[in-house]
Nanobody, 115 residues
Framework: QVQLVESGGGLVQPGGSLRLSCAASGFTFSSYTMSWFRQAPGKERELVAVNYAGGGTIWAASVKGRFTISRDSAKNTVSLQMNRLKPEDTAVYYC?????????WGQGTQVTVSS
């Protein structure tokens, strides 16, 4: 029943912006910490940003100052606003939640930054 669905990916030029969204269902959204991860070709999946259920956010050093994670509990969504995108941001971006020790992932959405 737990489901995470990402959307908003696409092709953008360096310096551009994209907003990714994750629609969550099957659990009490406001009670759990949500995260965004990404995985580039040939590289391991890495943490991008975290939005804590109790409030507060953190970002990976590579995106801090450019990306913002936010939550809308009324809509059961978590978003990732990406600004000043760089070619190295190219990756599949995944939404994540940990429920009672079990990890759940969305299907991923492709972000390609290229001129």
């Amino acid at each position: 029943q737990v489901q995470l669905v990402e959307s908003g990916g696409g092709l953008v030029q360096p310096g551009g912006s994209l907003r990714l969204s994750c629609a969550a269902s099957g659990f009490t959204f406001s009670s759990y910490t949500m995260s965004w991860f990404r995985q580039a070709p040939g590289k391991e999946r890495e943490l991008v940003a975290v939005n804590y259920a109790g409030g507060g956010t953190i970002w990976a050093a590579s995106v801090k100052g450019r990306f913002t994670i936010s939550r809308d509990s009324a809509k059961n969504t978590v978003s990732l606003q990406m600004n000043r995108l760089k070619p190295e941001d190219t990756a599949v971006y995944y939404c994540n939640v940990n429920l009672s020790g079990n990890q759940y992932w969305g299907q991923g959405t492709q972000v390609t930054v290229s001129s």
